[in-house]
């Protein structure tokens, strides 16, 4: 009887540490898209778009600045990865480079909660280029998810996930207008 007792008590132990939410967001505190977005994969934590047709690599790269300029955001750094690739002999197979983004204002909700988040900031966003489905390079655009990453921070404050909420849907915002060559 005692050891029954003892391994109900484990069952229910467990079961309450598997469906515990510590360290996970809540559903409703991921970015927004609007109703012609692509769904948020809250699996993972790279949200991704194709660059429509038509729109070059320098339209991409003028509409994140245009965009995120005009939504104070500051682009403090930039990483060539594929021309690094190129100085080593590396065939980078197309574009690939990183675009850093900073709302010093949302940013501050969380990382003055939590300064352990500055391991994940300023966000990124990557522009490459990536075989389709007839194996010639596509251009594309992706962000890491604010919201994914707070998911790493153990008992994120409320401001803390409100804030990467408000971050993430900006800077999904930007990407979206970005991948269409928006200005």
């Known amino acids: 009887m005692r050891n029954l007792i003892l391994m109900l008590s484990l069952l229910f132990t467990l079961t309450a540490c598997a469906s515990s939410s510590i360290g996970k967001m809540q559903p409703e505190l991921i970015g927004?898209?609007?109703?012609?977005?692509?769904?948020?994969?809250?699996?993972?934590?790279?949200?991704?778009?194709?660059?429509?047709?038509?729109?070059?690599?320098?339209?991409?790269?003028?509409?994140?600045?245009?965009?995120?300029?005009?939504?104070?955001?500051?682009?403090?750094?930039?990483?060539?990865?594929?021309?690094?690739?190129?100085k080593r002999g590396i065939d980078p197979q197309g574009i690939k480079e990183v675009h850093s983004f900073c709302s010093l204002s949302l940013g501050a909700e969380i990382m003055l909660d939590h300064p352990e988040f500055l391991v994940f900031a300023p966000c990124r966003i990557a522009i490459y280029e990536k075989p389709d489905a007839q194996q010639?390079?596509?251009?594309?655009?992706?962000?890491?998810?604010?919201?994914?990453?707070?998911?790493?921070?153990?008992?994120?404050?409320?401001?803390?996930?409100?804030?990467a909420q408000e971050l993430e849907t900006i800077l999904l915002n930007i990407i979206y207008k970005a991948s269409k060559g928006d200005l």
């Open 32 to 86: 927004k898209v609007t109703a012609d977005m692509p769904a948020i994969d809250t699996t993972i934590s790279i949200y991704e778009l194709p660059v429509q047709n038509g729109v070059t690599y320098q339209d991409v790269v003028d509409s994140l600045k245009s965009v995120s300029e005009g939504l104070n955001f500051v682009n403090p750094a930039n990483f060539p990865i594929g021309e690094h690739l190129k």
């Open 136 to 163: 010639k390079l596509k251009l594309f655009i992706a962000l890491a998810r604010p919201t994914f990453d707070l998911s790493s921070i153990k008992n994120p404050t409320p401001r803390a996930q409100k804030a």
